[in-house]
């Protein structure tokens, strides 16, 4: 459509039809948008670039077939007119790769906006009609906040990722995204700027920042979600000192938590490359596996309640404490001297798994938990310890280098495996070995002497080497 036009006239676009405004043209008369599948992929209301349709549109049918109701091909199109409803609540739809802007602050339909695909750029941030309608990503599309720099405020409009993936490009501008976010997609932060979340939200995509800040305005703004560091700046913005809750962490991109902490739910396995550093501390909980490969300078210590911590760099976990809250475990990925102290709650099996690696546990383990030992690989305790809870050993070598090494409590053959000391001396634990365990004693040419009970529960073997 490129002719002349007023804006005493109505168009009426019929369902299944699409009306077409070519480059550069401004349409001021009324537009009638009646749905249907248009059968073709750039919706009803196609503006090629730099067309406007500056007159009122009414969305009036529901679109089907997956259709949308405005689309631009390539460039931008622009609709500066009122958009409202008619014939009940109705959702405004942006399809196409080229970018739709919105500008009029009087737009009134109820229903929320799709974006089906490519961006949605909006001229102010309450331009998508009443607040309670959702802003829903159900393809790879983008919302582009500010036609530029200056559409600073906060967007009201609630956000759903539906198994599909979408981007928050704050394109310069400050923005607090206030509704809540719920769905199974992907958040993508986009552009300069700074979008703060404050909503306690329960979706479960990843949350990746490529550019710009994002801020975390409640501790609970991405508690189901990984965050995924590739470029950009996440703060913290919740006043005072506070943990903040995590699906996940991953990426490359480095992370300063201050003085607030991280505690890392996972429900999902994540792997994080970048360094993490603060005062605050670190605490793994979730039965999925979260990976730490580089470095860290976070001192607040490292909180272990569930599932598998898996560090591929010995100083992963900064320079604080590990304490086993729950029952869970410590993996290593390389070998090398770990110089944490470590700490195992009461009622808690605090394990530590070698894999094929040799270790040594150079700072002192306390508690009233149990330590145990798995993994192929050779794990040394050089010092006394004063954990009270006994020790299990499932596999691999367990090497003292302290007579008083074990703590107090029973020490158990859970599966075969070596015990070998480095000292002569007397070790008064107890001793059990559970039925079908080779269990082996190495003295390396030390003297030792067993004062405990040596007990088992049947068919179970000591056997003495060195």
Do not use: C, H
Not at 368 to 385: D, E, I, Q, R, V
């Amino acid at each position: 459509m490129n002719g002349a036009d007023n804006a005493a006239q109505t168009v009426n676009v019929l369902q299944n039809s699409t009306l077409y405004v070519a480059a550069g043209v401004t349409k001021n008369a009324s537009i009638v948008l009646n749905g249907g599948s248009t059968g073709e992929p750039l919706g009803q209301l196609r503006l090629e670039a730099n067309a406007n349709w500056a007159g009122p549109v009414t969305l009036s049918g529901t679109m089907t077939g997956g259709s949308g109701y405005v689309g631009a091909n390539t460039g931008t199109g622009t609709i500066s007119g009122t958009i409202s409803e008619t014939g009940g609540s109705r959702t405004l739809s942006k399809i196409g790769a080229g970018t739709i802007v919105v500008t009029n602050t009087a737009n009134s339909y109820t229903g929320g906006t799709q974006i089906i695909s490519g961006p949605l750029q909006i001229g102010a941030l309450n331009v998508l009609g009443a607040a309670t309608g959702t802003l829903s990503f159900t393809g790879p599309g983008g919302l582009i906040t500010g036609t530029s720099a200056g559409a600073s405020g906060t967007f009201v409009y609630p956000i759903a990722f539906l198994a599909s993936s979408g981007t928050l490009n704050t394109n310069g501008n400050s923005v607090t995204f206030s509704g809540l976010i719920s769905g199974t997609g992907n958040l993508f932060k986009a552009g300069s700027g700074t979008a703060t979340i404050t909503g306690s939200n329960a979706f479960s995509g990843n949350t990746t920042v490529s550019a710009g800040v994002l801020s975390l305005g409640n501790v609970n703004a991405l508690q189901a979600s990984i965050l995924t560091l590739s470029g950009g700046t996440t703060t913290f913005v919740v006043p005072g000192t506070n943990t903040y809750n995590l699906g996940g962490l991953s990426g490359t991109g480095n992370l300063d938590m201050g003085a607030n902490s991280l505690a890392l739910l996972a429900s999902r396995a994540s792997t994080y490359s970048g360094t993490l550093a603060g005062t605050g501390s670190l605490t793994k909980s979730g039965t999925a596996v979260v990976t730490l490969s580089a470095s860290n300078s976070y001192s607040g210590g490292t909180q272990l309640n569930a599932g598998t911590l898996t560090i591929n760099n010995l100083g992963a976990i900064g320079t604080g404490t590990v304490t086993y809250t729950g029952t869970s475990t410590l993996r290593t990925g390389t070998s090398g001297t770990i110089a944490n102290a470590f700490a195992i709650n009461s009622g808690v099996t605090g394990t530590f798994d070698t894999q094929a690696f040799a270790n040594t546990l150079s700072g002192p383990i306390s508690g009233l938990g149990t330590f145990a030992k798995m993994g192929t690989g050779t794990l040394t305790l050089p010092s006394s310890n004063a954990y009270t809870g006994g020790t299990r050993l499932s596999a691999g070598v367990l090497a003292i280098g302290d007579v008083g090494a074990l703590g107090t409590g029973t020490f158990t053959y859970a599966g075969s495996s070596t015990l070998r000391t480095g000292t002569s001396g007397t070790i008064a634990n107890p001793f059990a070995i559970n039925t079908g365990v080779t269990a082996t004693f190495d003295t390396q040419g030390f003297a030792n002497t067993l004062s405990g009970l040596i007990s088992g529960t049947g068919t179970g073997t000591l056997v003495k080497t060195g």
